[in-house]
């Protein structure tokens, strides 16, 4: 895994600079996520690191798959097929995200709440957080009644758990010590 981060890095770094320089980030962060759930289907995983299925098989079966039309990014699925890269493709997503993120100015926010959190609470939480992390946020709400109550929120390294059932575990862990 670490490795293919550290091979991914080069790969997401061209493809950010040729999609931004063209002006096409939107467009290459939704092929890449494409390719990297393809990369990571079952039926195709294995392909990937089979010596009898030739690169050029391999980068027609993704760019078939993902619906891509001839381009800079089929260019680019048969430059990491030929270097046998394909297999970091999950990374490279990821990677071009962050650096998508940074130039945009964005974080994405994942908020795990115990119950629903209506439109006025999550435009204050997006306020908030704004204003905090300094950059435009996209709120991604989840639910999990097992918080018992309140939130947890994770945004890049930064953790806020404002979840009752942490609270009371630490209470709880309190008074046995």
């Keep these: 895994m670490a490795e293919n981060v ?3 890095r080069p790969y997401a770094r061209a493809a950010f600079e040729l999609a931004r320089d063209a002006g096409h980030l ?7 996520g494409n390719m990297a ?13 089979d010596p009898s299925v030739s690169p050029q098989q391999i980068s027609e079966i993704i760019v078939a798959a993902c619906g891509l039309s001839d381009g800079p990014m089929t260019n680019f699925v048969r430059l990491l ?8 493709m999950v990374e490279i997503a990821a990677q071009f995200e ?9 974080i994405d926010v994942e908020v795990t709440a115990a119950a629903d959190l209506d439109d006025a609470q999550k435009k204050r939480l997006a306020e908030s957080l704004q204003k905090r992390l300094g ?38 862990q309190s008074i046995m010590s």
């Excluded at 759930?37 to 690191?49: D, V």
């Design 6 to 8: 550290t091979l991914a």
């Design 26 to 32: 939107a467009q290459w962060s939704d092929a890449l």
């Design 37 to 49: 759930e393809a990369t990571e289907h079952e039926q195709l995983k294995p392909l990937l690191g």
């Design 81 to 88: 097929a030929e270097g046998r890269r394909l297999g970091a």
């Design 98 to 106: 962050a650096f998508r993120s940074d130039e945009e100015k964005t």
């Design 135 to 172: 950059r435009t946020v996209r709120l991604h709400v989840s639910l999990d009644e097992s918080l018992l109550g309140g939130a947890v929120v994770k945004a890049g390294d930064l953790v806020i758990d404002g979840s009752v059932s942490t609270r009371l575990s630490k209470l709880a």
